[in-house]
Nanobody
Framework: VQLVESGGGLVQPGGSLRLSCAAS????????MSWFRQAPGKERELTAA???????YYLDSVKGRFTISRDNAKNTVILQMNSLKPEDTAVYFC?????????????????WGQGTQVTVSS
């Protein structure tokens, strides 16, 4: 199984980035897909999640700014990030869990991507 993230980078405050995670080697439609982020010195936190049936979760601080979506035909999950703030700076990880319900704890996830750096700075 491989999860490969792309789309990170440096952006000014107020800008946008689109993260993509391409999955292979698993039956994608059976997996809940999530984006976690980890800032230096902080714990990894669940940022956005989408279940196999399409239920959504967002961290309070990103609600109204971030949108998670999935394309089961392309085995891809997208995180659209708008109105970015310096506090969004972190390494963002794509993760997959073979559960039908939302899963909040990172230890329960089956597979992880390598992470992509997002830096929001002027």
């Amino acid at each position: 199984v491989q999860l490969v993230e792309s789309g990170g980078g440096l952006v000014q405050p107020g800008g946008s980035l689109r993260l993509s995670c391409a999955a292979s080697g698993l039956t994608f439609s059976l997996y809940g897909m999530s984006w976690f982020r980890q800032a230096p010195g902080k714990e990894r936190e669940l940022t956005a999640a989408i279940t196999p049936s399409g239920w959504l979760y967002y961290l309070d601080s990103v609600k109204g700014r971030f949108t998670i979506s999935r394309d089961n035909a392309k085995n891809t999950v997208i995180l659209q990030m708008n109105s970015l703030k310096p506090e969004d700076t972190a390494v963002y990880f794509c993760a997959a869990v073979q559960r039908s319900s939302l899963v909040y704890g990172p230890n329960a996830y089956n597979y992880w991507g390598q992470g992509t750096q997002v830096t929001v700075s002027s």
